[in-house]
Every structure is written in structure tokens, then in C-alpha cells.
């Protein structure tokens, strides 16, 4: 992962924890609505892949043991990880593109539900993406991928010895013997990414039919994934328009598609409108459907607070029930993979900024998305609307989440590494026990794991009771796969 060069390294400092009494009668251990439905309390656990679907997209034990292991700790929303919308083959990631994925996801549901005596609602994440390859190894690309083309001919006129063109095969050699910059006055832009790389499609390549015909495919592949999620039990489902996925390349500075669905912020924003438009009218009005969208895309060209500003206003006024911000993670900065890997877009300095580490800079990794997030906050409520809106972003202790709340900077606070560090966080700050919270080191051992397509889990807890009779564990043996159950003092 990308760190800032400042490389200051940052301890996480909790402030008070609250008595009991002082949880009851606090912010964040305060009832809100999100749309028709009461959230307990103003505490999310935001989306995360763990990595433990199988390889055809459904559900597993160790799946539902996961949520149910958060759903222990009683967070007011625990959302389940970007689950795929298509009905096409996308590795161990939860999908929801056919029927045949809702009793899976039913019972995670219940077990989530009975994990918690009904006190958690389980909302869903709801993702599209486009098709990303792997890096290739050189020599293949040049003799298999590269579709000759005569720019690749012409920087090799002549055949010294027949005086006519080159065989494409012979080009293909000819290219692979290049040194890097002699290849790059050849290759055009798009050919470099996919040999350094690897290729990645992008919602700009109009020329290809199925990507054209995006806007008129994703509202209603969208409503039947959001119409199974309510027939599955979820309490709600967001909308993933962030990061580096298909609905927040829609949005994004650099979409300048020209069929109406790029270019101007009111064109950027066509389509997720009507993508919430088709969801709504799947799932009804009374159904909670919100989304989460970037705050910034922090990428050269890339969205600033004042595109996410806008798109949070007319998010809000198109009726969704509720906001949740992240920040960064984009494919544009992302670093190099190695060859047979694929890019991953939390790696550049937009990666940091969505899972900032504790070697940062002078900011620090704690609360970056604070100033963007009240930012749009202020617009929304200025604009007359109520949406609520969820914080996330190196949040780890009851004092800055009562803060924000109390100085009206955000309406529910996430936390997504914190969570998954101790996910009886919520219920030890509750019940007075703060200081037996394993405090997330922000060290991003489990974004390690994400980007290697391991099973996720943290340093904090993997490695203890090893021993417990019972425990599933990854399939080395070596780590377990949720914490210990946290013993409440009597
Ligand atoms: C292992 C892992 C998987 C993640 N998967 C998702 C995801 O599926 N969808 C999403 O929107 N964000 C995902 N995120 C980002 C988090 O939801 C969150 O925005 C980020 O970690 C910053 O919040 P934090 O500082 O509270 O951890 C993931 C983060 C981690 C660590």
C-alpha cells in the first residue's frame, strides 16, 4: 500500500469511555430513523469483503458465522459486503443476481437476526463492476494479446530482406525486444495499461456494445438484485456508487461518455438517479434504499467535494433514505501488480485515503473524511432535506463519534476496521466496558489480506485461543476465523 512520504507514525489514542449511564443517555447510543425503520443506535458497521463466499457466489457457514459474530455486538446497521448484481462468474465475492442466491442470503439474515434479538438491521450493498485482467506476463501479451493494428506495422516498415511488410508475427517479436521507452512512442495508452497493468474496462468505452448499453441495462439489473435482497429479509439495501466500480466511474470528473450520461455533474448523475428511480420502484416506497458515494475521489481530474455536493443533494432529493460517505480507492493511482495479479484500487494515495494506516502524514490517518463529510451534511440539510448521513473513515472511540454527532457533523457513525478489530465494540462502550475494547492499530493487516483474496481477519484476535474447541479456522489452521465471544463482566 501507498503511504505519504511524511511516514509519521500514529498511535490511536481513545478518549473517556462512558459509564453506562452516561452510553444511555448519550447521541450515539440514541434511537434515528432511516426511512420507515428505527436504528437502535447511531453506530454502523460499514461494507467489507471478508472473503469467504464460495467460488460460485453463495453463501457459506463461514459467512454466516461472520455476520453473526457482529451482529453479537448489536450495532445499529451492519452492512453486508458488495454482493455482485450480475449473474456472471466474479471469484469467492457474494452475488445476487439470480434467484438461486436468496436461501443462501435468508440465512445469513436470520442467523444475523437471532445473533442479535432482531436489535441490528441488516442492510445489503448492493455492486456492479466492469471486467479488470490480470497483468500479463510480457511475452504472452506480445504473442497472444496485442491486436496487431497498422500504427504497430508502420513503426516497423520494411522487411530488410523482401523489401514488403512484416509478418504480425514477426511485429510481435519485434515489439517484445523493445526497451520500455522505445515502447512507449508505439503503444498507445490504453495498450501500456493493459501490458503494465493488465487491461481494465471503463464506463467510457462506448465503442464496446455491452458498456454503451450500460444505462439502459444497470436500473433494471439493479432493482431485481435490490427486489431479492427484500425477498431475502435484508432491512435495506445501499447502493454501491463508490470507489472504483461502475456506478461511481458514472459519476466521476473523468466520465466524459456523450450520450447524456457524461460530461456535466447533471449528466454524471443521470444514471445512478435512475438507477435509485428503478430500485425504488422494485422494492417500494416504504423499503430503505440509500447509497454510498465518495466524498472525494482524491485523483488527479478526479471528483472534488464540490461534485460530491451536488450528487448528495440530488440524492437526497430524489428520496433516498440515507448517505453513507467514503473516500478515494480508485484504479487511476493504483500501484503496479505483479504479473498474474490483478490491480487493486486501494494501493495508490486515493487507496490511502479510503483506508488511511497509522504511518501517514501531519493529518494523520484518524477522521479525514470528517471536513468533506459535514461539507455535504451542510448542503443536504441547507437544501432542506433530512437524509441521514453516515461517517466512516478511522473513527474508533465513543468521545470524536459523540463529538461529530453532537456538533452535527454526521447522523450515524461507521466503523469499519474498528468494528472488525472488536465487533463487540458497540455493546462494551454501551454496557460501560470501553476500556476492554481492543483498539483497532490501523495497521491494515486486514486490507492485506483483502488484497490478496484471503480470508480477512485481524492480528488483534486471530492468533488467540487457538485452542477453543470447536472454532473454524483458515485453511492453513493457523488463523481463527472470528474473535472470541467477549465474556461481560457480571
Ligand atoms: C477488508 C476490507 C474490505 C472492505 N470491503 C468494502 C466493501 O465491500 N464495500 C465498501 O464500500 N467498502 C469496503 N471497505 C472499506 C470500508 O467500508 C471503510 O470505508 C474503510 O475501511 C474506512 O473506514 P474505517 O477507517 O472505519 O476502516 C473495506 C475495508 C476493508 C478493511
Redesign the pocket.
Known amino acids: 500500500m501507498w503511504r505519504p512520504p511524511q511516514r509519521i507514525r500514529w498511535t490511536p489514542k481513545p478518549g473517556p469511555w462512558p459509564t453506562a449511564a452516561e452510553a444511555a443517555s448519550s447521541r450515539l447510543f440514541s434511537p434515528i430513523a432511516i426511512g420507515r425503520l428505527q436504528l437502535s443506535s447511531r453506530t454502523w458497521v460499514?461494507?467489507?469483503?471478508?472473503w469467504r463466499a464460495t467460488e460460485e457466489g453463495f453463501v457459506t457457514a463461514q459467512n454466516i458465522e461472520w455476520y453473526a459474530r457482529f451482529a453479537q455486538g448489536r450495532p445499529g446497521v451492519i452492512v453486508v459486503?458488495?454482493t455482485g448484481i450480475r449473474d456472471v462468474p466474479s471469484g469467492p465475492l457474494l452475488r445476487i443476481g439470480d434467484d438461486r442466491f436468496i436461501p443462501g442470503l435468508r440465512k445469513l439474515v436470520d442467523a444475523v437476526r437471532e445473533a442479535c434479538d432482531g436489535e441490528t438491521l441488516i442492510f445489503i450493498?448492493l455492486?456492479d463492476f466492469l471486467a479488470i485482467r490480470r497483468r500479463p506476463d510480457p511475452a504472452r501479451y506480445f504473442q497472444q494479446f496485442l491486436k496487431i493494428t497498422d500504427r504497430h506495422r508502420r513503426a516497423f516498415p520494411f522487411d530488410e530482406q523482401t523489401g514488403g511488410a512484416h509478418p504480425d508475427h514477426v511485429i510481435r517479436a519485434k515489439l517484445a525486444a523493445l526497451p520500455a521507452d522505445e515502447l512507449a512512442a508505439i503503444l498507445d495508452a490504453r495498450e501500456l495499461e493493459a501490458l503494465r497493468v493488465g487491461a481494465r474496462e471503463r464506463v467510457t468505452d462506448t465503442h464496446l456494445a455491452h458498456i454503451r448499453d450500460l444505462p439502459s441495462q444497470l436500473p433494471d439489473l439493479f432493482a431485481r438484485a435490490a427486489r431479492r435482497a427484500r425477498d431475502a429479509g435484508f432491512d435495506g439495501v445501499e447502493l454501491?456508487y463508490?470507489?472504483a466500480y461502475t456506478m461511481a466511474s458514472f459519476l466521476s470528473a473523468l466520465n466524459d461518455r456523450s450520450d447524456g450520461y457524461g460530461g456535466s455533474r447533471e449528466d454524471r448523475v443521470r444514471l445512478p438517479l435512475e438507477v435509485f428511480r428503478g430500485v425504488r420502484a422494485a422494492v417500494g416506497t416504504d423499503y430503505p434504499v440509500g447509497c454510498?458515494f465518495l466524498s472525494e475521489e482524491c485523483i488527479a481530474g478526479g471528483n472534488t467535494l464540490a461534485d460530491a455536493t451536488y450528487f448528495g443533494v440530488e440524492f437526497a432529493r430524489a428520496g433516498m433514505d440515507f448517505l453513507s460517505l467514503?473516500r478515494g480507492?480508485k484504479f487511476e493511482d493504483a500501484k503496479q501488480p505483479a504479473i498474474g495479479a490483478s490491480a487493486y484500487p486501494y494501493t495508490g494515495p486515493s487507496g490511502y485515503e479510503?483506508?488511511?494506516q497509522y504511518v501517514s502524514d501531519e493529518r494523520g490517518p484518524f477522521g479525514r473524511n470528517i471536513e468533506p463529510v459535514s461539507a455535504i451534511r451542510a448542503a443536504i440539510r441547507g437544501a432542506g432535506l433530512s437524509t441521514p448521513v453516515v461517517l466512516?473513515?478511522?473513527?474508533f472511540d465513543f468521545a470524536t463519534a459523540e463529538r461529530l454527532l453532537a456538533r452535527q457533523q454526521a447522523d450515524v457513525i461507521?466503523?469499519?476496521?474498528?468494528?472488525?478489530a472488536d465487533p463487540d465494540w458497540f455493546i462494551k462502550v454501551r454496557t460501560g466496558h470501553g476500556s476492554a475494547i481492543n483498539v483497532c492499530e490501523?495497521t491494515?493487516y486486514?486490507?492485506a489480506?483483502?488484497q490478496k483474496h484471503q480470508q480477512?481477519t485481524c492480528q488483534l484476535w486471530d492468533r488467540r485461543q487457538l485452542d477453543e474447541p470447536g472454532i473454524n479456522k483458515t485453511k492453513d489452521g493457523k488463523r481463527r476465523l472470528v474473535p472470541p465471544r467477549w465474556q461481560r463482566p457480571p
Open positions: 460499514p461494507a467489507m469483503v471478508p459486503e458488495a450493498q455492486i454501491h463508490a470507489h454510498r467514503s480507492g479510503c483506508m488511511p466512516t473513515g478511522g473513527i461507521g466503523l469499519a476496521r474498528q468494528g472488525l490501523y491494515n486486514c486490507e489480506l483483502d480477512v
